[in-house]
């Protein structure tokens, strides 16, 4: 009869379902597929941070150059801002000579004017600069405005 036993031992061993140690390996091996979707999504993130980060720059450059656009350099050859996120530091240096402003009629008028080239900067807190250079136009009335223009 110890043969009938050792047939009976292996028929027992035959079960429904998973070990622990198949379960286990499942496991490791969901893991590790998902181990490049967690590298993705970091890529994504960091991502997203930059383009963030470049919209808001972008912003506060256009805010900047629309100051700038409106600003004398003559009168302020020299400056700081505050822009949205940034400060807006800047230098006006003339590039050319003061010439008189033209009227209608080829006449000097009441201005002088002067180009000048307008080095730029914004800075962040965090530590970023964005530089630049532009050229602006520059004047100052060397007559008092007369409501009687002849």
């Known amino acids: 009869m110890p043969s009938a036993d050792r047939k009976a031992t ?16 499942a496991v490791a091996l969901i893991a590790a597929a998902f181990l490049p979707l967690l590298a993705l999504q970091g890529q994504l993130t960091r ?11 972008i912003k ?11 600003m004398n350099p003559m ?5 700081v801002e505050n822009i949205g996120d ?13 010439r008189p402003a033209l009227n209608q009629g080829g006449a000097p008028g009441r201005f002088v004017m002067q180009l000048y080239d ?27 405005f007369s409501a009687a223009i002849p």
């Open 10 to 25: 292996p028929t027992k061993k035959l079960q429904a379902g998973f070990s622990l140690l198949e379960a286990l390996v």
């Open 47 to 57: 991502t997203v941070l930059a383009v963030e980060r470049a919209e808001t720059n």
């Open 60 to 70: 506060d450059m256009s805010s900047a150059l629309s100051f700038l656009r409106t």
């Open 75 to 79: 009168r302020t050859p020299e400056g």
């Open 86 to 98: 940034a400060t807006l530091s800047w230098t006006a240096r003339p590039i050319s000579n003061e």
């Open 118 to 144: 307008v080095d730029a900067e914004l800075s962040y807190e965090d530590g970023r600069r964005s530089a630049f250079t532009v050229r602006a136009l520059g004047w100052r009335a060397t007559a008092p």
